[in-house]
């Protein structure tokens, strides 16, 4: 192909709009006036500054416990949501082997229950394989 076309007849022929470039200016929110701009950043950097984000290492035993107490009170947490937060399809056994099939480290839930030519679906999301 190369010798019957040179690549600066083929570079000539295409138009403007199909030789851009990867980094051309596309869709964008608007840009903001300089005053807002600027307090824009401005509360960027506090926010990046505050305690909030930065995160502590442990220095003794003490804190190890209370990271521990926090982390119980978290999984007690967890297990009281409220009714409205779908969580998924409890398991359906337990243990790493599939009692009904024998298969070992497979899914917890069926994936064809809903019939043999129905499609494979965890909670109502289609897996395409």
Not at 71 to 97: C, I, M, N, Q, Y
């Amino acid at each position: 192909m190369q010798r019957l076309f040179p690549r600066h007849i083929i570079r000539a022929s295409l138009p403007r709009a199909y030789r851009s470039y990867s980094f051309a200016t596309g869709p964008s929110p608007p840009k903001l006036p300089a005053d807002q701009q600027a307090e824009f950043e401005r509360l960027q950097r506090n926010a990046s500054l505050s305690p909030a984000f930065q995160p502590t290492p442990p220095s003794s035993d003490s804190s190890k416990e209370a990271t521990a107490t926090k982390a119980a009170s978290a999984k007690s947490e967890e297990t009281a949501l409220p009714t409205g937060v779908r969580r998924g399809a409890p398991p359906e056994f337990t243990g790493d082997t599939n009692p009904r099939t024998g298969e070992v480290g497979g899914p917890k839930n069926e994936p064809l229950r809903w019939g043999g030519e129905a499609d494979w679906s965890y909670n109502g999301r289609v897996t395409d394989f």
